[in-house]
């Protein structure tokens, strides 16, 4: 059985206590590796590795970081189906969506920011003719990047690629659902010449291991990704050390469709926000609003479509859909499965757990796709995260209404609109509180966009250039103009 390794100055070690965690096969519900339990002294070792490569790390050309990086997207490139076979174990996601999603954007994330970098220019202001400011940007130091289970390569890449080229250094923790693509990703990284510490990879729980870097003081830069209530207890160790910290957390994210959209289009895109990766992705469009006129339309379609989604072993390449990524998390779903019926949903699909996956799989964690109605947008179902294969269907008449809809839950983090009407299209994607609205497409990613969430979603923005700011500190220089004498002009 494979027995992962924290990554610390450079060196695969295993965790000073010798403890190890069981790693679960979520297709099988049987472990198939281990996972370090590591806690407070593997991360003050990685800390200390971090503190020890920084001032050179921070202080090399950007062109010489830049060039490491590059290296790293080019190996991840070249280990694409070795990597992609492993998150498809981890997490139970379809080997197809791991392929074509998950390890191309990881190798995107690293090309992305190793470029950016040499491109990030500081602001200067001239105040009058009495001095010039510029603005130095300088990396703060040793950074902690911890990263959630459902797109674990993917999301873990997009913290460490920026913290790394604008010369951080960094501890980072995975998921311990789902610690192998990070792993491998520490072997590549050695491959690479990546200087010891300046990249570490801690694992463990969040507990043990993620509670130890949050509240180390010399950890000040804190980038998570996960749920809001972890977030919350972040935001409470953080704020007397006064880290910069940036929070990307949960949503229950609007899907809005009205009558002049189109639903060749809609369909099939909404079946991918509603059921890629079962679900389990923040951007999920899992409340679906449609104008009333076509929601009989649009419900025959769309749950016929979702009936005839391929659930099966990830590893096979015809499967749609995979396993959920945990048992608790199986678990989860489930008992929101049956609060929608308590509440007077009706299921209208799906609803059922451990579908005819025979074989290896008869013991995974399979929910079939799930389409809900009949719930009031107050519901519980409807308004917390499931983060699952299940999304609700619910009818508006009005703009107005359907935008109370919307912006009707603690949450603020993505919403799609699909219209033919562009005066609404821009009016809505004016009211809709959300970090980001899409028009007529969704997970339409560019990494140059600022990427995070409003109200209970987040605080603080990733991608492009937010993400090379977050990592820096600004410092303004004021270089005073002292008056020409010769010149005679006032100050
Ligand atoms: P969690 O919040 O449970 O965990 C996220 C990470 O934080 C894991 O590595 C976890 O470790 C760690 N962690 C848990 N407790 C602490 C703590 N006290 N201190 C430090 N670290 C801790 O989220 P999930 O892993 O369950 O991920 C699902 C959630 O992530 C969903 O709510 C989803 O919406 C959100 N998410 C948000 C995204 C966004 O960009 N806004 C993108 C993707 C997901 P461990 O699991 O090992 O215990």
Known sequence: MTRILNYIKGEMVPPEAGAFLPNIEPATGAPYSEVPDSDSEDVERAVAAAESAFPAWSSAPASERSRLLLRVAELIEQNLERLARAESIDTGKPIRLARSLDIPRAASNFRFFATATLHFASESHATDLRAINY??????????????????????????????????????????????????????????????????????????????????????????????????????????????????????????????????????????????????????????????????????????????????????????????????????????????????????????????????????????????????????????????????????????????????TPYGLAASLWTQNLSRAHRLAERIQSGTVWINCWMLRDLRVPFGGMKSSGVGREGGLEALRFFTEPRNVCIHLPANPAAGSAS
């Open 135 to 408: 603005t130095l940007r300088r990396p703060r130091g040793v950074a902690g990047l911890i990263s959630p289970w459902n797109l674990p390569l993917y999301l873990m890449s997009w913290k460490i690629a920026p913290a790394l080229a604008t010369g951080n250094t960094a501890v980072a923790k995975p998921s311990e659902i789902t610690p192998m693509t990070a792993y491998l990703l520490s072997e590549l990284c050695r491959e690479a010449g990546l200087p010891a510490g300046v990249l570490n990879i801690v694992h463990g729980t969040g507990a043990k291991a993620g509670a130890a870097i949050t509240g180390h003081p010399r950890v000040g830069t804190i980038s998570f990704t996960g749920g809001t209530k972890t977030g919350a207890e972040i935001g409470r160790v953080c704020a007397p050390f006064f880290k910069k910290v940036a929070l990307e957390l949960g949503g229950k994210n609007p899907n809005i469709i009205f009558a002049d959209a189109g639903l060749e289009e809609v369909i099939p895109v909404s079946i991918r926000s509603s059921f890629d990766n079962q679900g389990q992705i923040c951007l999920s469009g899992s409340r679906i609003f449609v104008e009333r006129a076509i929601q009989k339309e649009f419900l025959e379609r769309f749950v016929e479509r979702a009936k005839s989604l391929v659930v099966g072993d990830p590893l096979e390449e015809s499967t749609e859909q995979g396993a959920l990524t945990s048992k608790a998390q199986f678990d989860k779903v489930l008992s929101y499965l049956q609060l929608a019926q308590r509440e007077g949903g009706r299921i209208l699909c799906g609803g059922e757990a451990r579908p005819a996956v025979g074989g290896r799989c008869a013991r995974g964690y399979f929910i079939r796709p799930t389409v809900i109605t009949g719930l009031p947008v107050s519901s519980r179902v409807n308004q917390e995260e499931i983060f699952g294969p299940v999304v609700t269907v619910t009818p508006f008449d009005s703009e107005d209404e359907v935008v109370a809809y919307a912006n009707g």
